[in-house]
């Protein structure tokens, strides 16, 4: 045993370097996205416009009028590498764009990014 020990010692080094070299790639790094605000429309309701005003007392109005629903509220976050989104509060996904502008495909933001928790 005693002959060996150089060939022992190298295995465990061999052993424990191994176990700290960095295997991960940059593909495995999620960025942080913070909250950084929130924005309503100013009349936040939905309404019915119609073109003749008597249409209004109608019990036939959502036939003679249009709908027009209010536009979302929407929640503004700020990634750690520079990307941006906007999450809309009639949608369960967010929209985001890199630092330079271009837009992030759904997989990738949701293999990238994560939001931390706003309270």
């Not at 809309?88 to 837009?103: K, L, P, R, V």
Request: charged share 30%; hydrophobic share 20%; net charge negative.
């Amino acid at each position: 045993m005693y002959k060996h020990w150089k060939k022992i010692a190298l295995a465990i080094a061999a052993f424990f370097w191994n176990g700290c070299s960095d295997n991960s790639s940059s593909s495995d790094v999620k960025y942080a996205c913070s909250f950084k605000g929130g924005a309503c429309p100013e009349y936040g309701v939905d309404f019915y416009y119609c073109e003749n005003p008597e249409d209004y007392q109608s019990p036939d109005m959502d036939k003679k009028c249009t709908f027009s629903p209010r536009d979302p509220c929407s929640d503004y976050y700020e990634c750690e590498d520079g990307a941006t989104c906007v999450k809309y509060d009639n949608e369960t996904t967010m929209s985001c764009t890199d630092a330079q502008g271009n837009q992030i495909t759904q997989d990738e933001i949701e293999k990238k990014y994560y939001t931390e928790n706003r309270y």
